[in-house]
């Protein structure tokens, strides 16, 4: 009898989900893949003009790049799995 009550709440889980999925979906997915194409235009920007002016801007083309591997990480929230407790590389 207590494993039949237990089952039949089951369904439940996924229903309380459903707003989570739904804000993760539909506010910080958008705002995330945003990021993503601003910080590459303009890394990609940074970079043509690093070759115009021969190598000066090195400094801040490695610096956008370290930002823009942060940001992909999802803030560095993949690297978890790995141990580190670093911040933006």
């Known amino acids: 009898m207590i494993v039949a009550a237990q089952l039949s709440l089951l369904p439940i ?4 989900l459903l707003p989570f999925a739904l804000v993760f979906f539909v506010v910080v997915f958008p705002i995330w893949g945003a990021a ?9 920007l940074l970079k043509g003009l690093n070759v115009i002016a021969r190598g000066s801007l090195d400094g801040l083309v490695t610096g956008v790049h ?15 799995g790995e141990g580190k407790t670093e911040g933006p590389r």
């Open 66 to 80: 370290k930002v823009f591997r942060w940001v992909l990480t999802f803030g560095g929230f993949v690297r978890l």
């Open 36 to 44: 993503l194409g601003v910080l590459g235009l303009i890394l990609l």
């Open 13 to 16: 889980a996924p229903l309380i």
